[in-house]
T-cell receptor, first 114, second 115 residues
Framework: DTGVSQNPRHKITKRGQNVTFRCDPI?????LYWYRQTLGQGPEFLTY????????KSRLLSDRFSAERPKGSFSTLEIQRTEQGDSAMYLC????????????FGPGTRLLVL | AQSVTQLGSHVSVSEGALVLLRCNYS??????LFWYVQYPNQGLQLLLK??????LVKGINGFEAEFKKSETSFHLTKPSAHMSDAAEYFC?????????????FGKGTKLSVKP
């Protein structure tokens, strides 16, 4: 069990550019979550997958955001036409679906949009 | 709808003193409640969780929390603070209860421990 990993750990981009983040969950976990955390706030739910299926998307996930989990393993989160308001820490978590599942979080990707 | 309120964005205690971090929740279904800790530049780590049954929950690193339905509270305590406890702590409720996944977090409480 190597834990949840996220890449890159840091990303600086210019407004209007596209960025993509990757999350590798714990291997046996079938659920994968994306959260966003801004300064002084707790994590806010963006979307989650069970295996390959994207089961829920938050209203926070505008049409500039897209997430995939093509083979039910790793996931990518893409932000198109980034805006300064997208600057945040993007957290990935994985879990094994079940009663009171525990979500295991990765270290996050910190995005700064200039 | 579910929500979480953490009272106090910053708490400072002396080493060896009692740690008390407050969390109140609002839930339309029986809640599943969690406390996570976040150290600088690290992901969130689960301290403990309440599902059903015993209302006093023991977690890692000497932390415990008590679910009080009448007070809609789930406060986190530790009898004696250690310097290594300095971190940010988040209370969370499972959005739909049970296994329905995504968590709703409070804004967090940053704990400082003075020598």
């Amino acid at each position: 069990d190597t834990g949840v990993s996220q890449n890159p750990r840091h990303k600086i981009t210019k407004r209007g550019q596209n960025v993509t983040f990757r999350c590798d969950p714990i291997s046996e976990h079938n659920r994968l979550y994306w959260y966003r955390q801004t300064l002084g706030q707790g994590p806010e739910f963006l979307t989650y997958f069970q295996n390959e299926a994207q089961l829920e998307k938050s209203r926070l996930l505008s049409d500039r955001f897209s997430a995939e989990r093509p083979k039910g393993s790793f996931s990518t989160l893409e932000i198109q036409r980034t805006e300064q308001g997208d600057s945040a820490m993007y957290l990935c978590a994985s879990s094994f679906a079940g009663l009171a599942e525990t979500q295991y979080f990765g270290p996050g990707t910190r995005l700064l949009v200039l | 709808a579910q929500s979480v309120t953490q009272l106090g964005s910053h708490v400072s205690v002396s080493e060896g003193a009692l740690v008390l971090l407050r969390c109140n929740y609002s839930s339309s279904v029986p809640p599943y409640l969690f406390w996570y800790v976040q150290y600088p530049n690290q992901g969130l780590q689960l301290l403990l969780k309440y599902t059903t049954g015993a209302t006093l929950v023991k977690g890692i690193n000497g932390f415990e929390a008590e679910f009080k339905k009448s007070e809609t509270s789930f406060h986190l305590t530790k009898p004696s603070a250690h310097m290594s406890d300095a971190a940010e702590y988040f209370c969370a409720v499972s959005r739909f209860g049970g296994s329905q996944g995504n968590l709703i977090f409070g804004k967090g409480t940053k704990l400082s421990v003075k020598p």
